[in-house]
């Protein structure tokens, strides 16, 4: 069965550091680009960042770039977000999904979601 | 960046009724255009991708259709499950960028 599954949120201070993770299982990570998505605290779903299935090409929101940093280690199957110089207005669900395959869904699309890490900055 | 608007912002509607849903592009993207549904407290889950094509598992009471900057999506008759917030996603160009959703509640 498929599934990702989000860890590393929490609360931390405006200006400080945090990495979430998430684990991948049942497909073959490797083969797919996967995305960041956030949700603020009642607000709707803002797309964060892709990364290419090799890690070598990522694609950013004008709103995180330069902070946020999206990463993968293949050999264990997990994604992560690093995140610097933390703002408020980054506190979020967020939400590591999985890129459409190209077969039966096609690229840039989402097709598989976790369930959310939550990330509050605050002081 | 391309701004999607979706309309409305709320729709009371009773099980069974038709559900009509409307996402605005600020520019042309084709039928680069996917539809989620969201229900509280859970992840997003993919509806329909490239406009009109459901994905795997989606019943057929929804359905997709537009091009270019308008898009809707209906679902034929409301089952209580349907009950939920609705975001569109473009991809035609980066940023991918979602509209602020559409919460479908009962009447």
């Known amino acids: 069965q498929v599934h990702l599954v989000e860890s590393g949120g929490g609360v931390v201070q405006p200006g400080r550091s945090l990495r979430v993770s998430c684990a991948a299982s049942g497909f073959t990570f490797s083969g797919y680009a996967m995305h960041w998505v956030r949700q603020a605290p009642g607000k709707g779903l803002e797309w964060v960042g892709v990364?290419?299935?090799?890690?070598?090409?990522?694609f950013y929101a004008d709103s995180v770039k330069g902070r946020l940093t999206i990463s993968r280690d293949n050999s264990k199957n997990t994604l992560y977000l690093q995140m610097n110089s933390l703002r408020a207005e980054d506190t979020a669900v967020y939400y590591c999904?999985?890129?459409?395959?190209?077969?039966?869904?096609?690229?840039?699309?989402?097709?598989?979601w976790g369930k959310g890490a939550t990330v509050t900055v605050s002081s | 960046e391309i701004v999607l608007t979706q309309s409305p912002a709320t729709l009371s509607l009773s099980s069974g009724e038709r559900a009509t849903l409307s996402c605005r592009a600020s520019?042309?993207?084709?039928?680069?255009l996917g539809w989620y549904q969201q229900k509280p407290g859970q992840a997003p889950r993919l509806l329909i991708h490239d406009a009109s094509n459901r994905a795997t598992g989606i019943p057929a009471r929804f359905s997709g259709s537009g091009s270019e900057t308008d898009f809707t999506l209906t679902i034929s008759s409301l089952e209580p499950e349907d009950f939920a917030v609705y975001y569109c996603?473009?991809?035609?160009?980066?940023?991918?960028?979602f509209g602020g959703g559409t919460k479908v509640e009962i009447k």
């Open positions: 520019q042309s993207i084709g039928t680069d």
């Open positions: 996603q473009q991809r035609a160009k980066w940023p991918l960028t």
């Open positions: 999904a999985r890129d459409g395959d190209s077969t039966s869904v096609p690229r840039y699309y989402m097709d598989v």
């Open positions: 990364i290419s299935y090799d890690g070598r090409l990522s």
